[in-house]
């Protein structure tokens, strides 16, 4: 295995852990609704993927949730009720910062959507902003996994050739995907798990 010149991680449930049905739970508390009523409009319904895909911005998904809900919250509480769902995976900072001391260019490559996005890069979590140089977001390159399409984008975005760039995901169709558009990917199962991939990639680094 050749040594990756890039590095993609994924954003949720590898670098944060996050839940969808506490993202349905407090929009239902903003909105004076069921959970299950939110669940259904939001996540079965696919406004979301369609939100992470880029096809509706933050006014276009705040006025389709009103608009099916019958309601009209706050939309400003609506979308941080919605984003507030985050947690570090405390467990895979040290191979982060491992690879950041080794000076190895790192990337972020995520479905996710803009309000989702702010949340998590607004400085509370200071390791996305310190340790990360590229971020290639779906709802910014019009594609969310396992397009071609946003694959496409985040080699173009990193400048390297998606052969050289490792990828690690939690979904293993969204691995399948990465290694069809030619990446090195591998599915996160835990951090020990992914140094040892790393490992036999040819990285000498801290962890």
């Given at each position: 295995?050749?040594?990756?010149?890039?590095?993609?991680?994924?954003?949720?449930?590898?670098?944060?852990?996050?839940?969808?049905?506490?993202?349905?739970?407090?929009?239902?508390?903003?909105?004076?609704?069921?959970?299950?009523?939110?669940?259904?409009?939001?996540?079965?319904?696919?406004?979301?993927?369609?939100?992470?895909?880029?096809?509706?911005?933050?006014?276009?998904?705040?006025?389709?949730?009103?608009?099916?809900?019958?309601t009209r919250c706050d939309r400003?509480?609506?979308?941080?009720?919605?984003?507030?769902?985050?947690?570090?995976?405390?467990s895979i900072l040290p191979i982060?910062?491992?690879?950041?001391?080794?000076?190895?260019?790192?990337?972020?490559?995520?479905n996710t959507c803009a309000a989702?996005?702010?949340?998590?890069?607004?400085?509370?979590?200071?390791?996305?902003?310190?340790?990360?140089?590229?971020?290639?977001?779906?709802?910014?390159?019009?594609?969310?996994?396992?397009?071609?399409?946003?694959?496409?984008?985040?080699?173009?975005?990193?400048?390297?050739?998606?052969?050289?760039?490792?990828?690690?995901?939690?979904?293993?169709?969204?691995?399948?995907?990465?290694?069809?558009?030619?990446?090195?990917?591998?599915?996160?199962?835990?951090?020990?798990?992914?140094?040892?991939?790393?490992?036999?990639?040819?990285?000498?680094?801290?962890?």
């Amino acid at each position: 295995m050749q040594t990756p010149e890039f590095f993609y991680f994924d954003l949720g449930n590898v670098l944060l852990k996050f839940d969808h049905q506490l993202a349905a739970r407090q929009m239902a508390d903003v909105a004076g609704l069921d959970a299950q009523r939110v669940w259904d409009v939001v996540f079965d319904s696919g406004l979301e993927l369609r939100y992470e895909a880029g096809e509706v911005d933050d006014a276009a998904f705040y006025e389709e949730f009103c608009k099916l809900t019958d309601t009209r919250c706050d939309r400003d509480a609506l979308l941080h009720a919605g984003s507030a769902i985050f947690t570090p995976n405390y467990s895979i900072l040290p191979i982060v910062a491992g690879l950041q001391l080794a000076n190895c260019r790192l990337g972020i490559l995520s479905n996710t959507c803009a309000a989702h996005w702010r949340y998590c890069i607004d400085g509370r979590y200071p390791i996305l902003n310190s340790a990360f140089d590229i971020y290639a977001l779906s709802y910014e390159l019009g594609a969310v996994k396992p397009s071609p399409t946003i694959f496409t984008g985040a080699a173009k975005l990193a400048g390297v050739a998606p052969e050289k760039i490792f990828f690690v995901d939690d979904i293993a169709g969204h691995v399948a995907g990465a290694r069809a558009a030619g990446f090195d990917a591998v599915q996160y199962t835990s951090a020990p798990a992914l140094a040892a991939e790393l490992r036999q990639r040819g990285l000498g680094f801290n962890y």
